[in-house]
Nanobody, 123 residues
Framework: VQLQASGGGLVQAGGSLRLSCAAS????????VGWFRQAPGKEREFVAA????????YYADYVKGRFTISRDNAKNTVYLQMNSLKPEDTAVYYC?????????????????WGQGTKVTVSS
């Protein structure tokens, strides 16, 4: 599975961005796609995930109510709509995929990773 993340950029606090994760290669019909982020000097952390088959979602508390993860099966693409952005959301955002139906936040469960897209939120 190859994952291509895009959509990052510079935005002011309170603004919005939509990230895309395009999947190609092996089918993810029984898998889960997640978004993670890594700020400078910090460990990579979970943001949100979605089951490709059922559409079930799971969010980290610090983005709940502001971010929305969705998928477009026809386009093999997962989106992360980010609203009410804060400076602390600044990070490189990665999409990742795992096998199986369990929608989890554990980084090591995800075995396919995209290259990352940078999001900078100015105050």
């Amino acid at each position: 599975v190859q994952l291509q993340a895009s959509g990052g950029g510079l935005v002011q606090a309170g603004g919005s961005l939509r990230l895309s994760c395009a999947a190609s290669g092996r089918s993810l019909s029984t898998g889960v796609v997640g978004w993670f982020r890594q700020a400078p000097g910090k460990e990579r952390e979970f943001v949100a995930a979605i089951s490709w088959r059922s559409g079930s979602t799971y969010y980290a508390d610090y983005v709940k109510g502001r971010f929305t993860i969705s998928r477009d099966n026809a386009k093999n693409t997962v989106y992360l709509q980010m609203n009410s952005l804060k400076p602390e959301d600044t990070a490189v955002y990665y999409c990742a995929a795992k096998e199986g139906y369990a929608v989890v936040a554990v980084t090591t469960s995800y075995i396919y990773w995209g290259q990352g897209t940078k999001v900078t939120v100015s105050s």
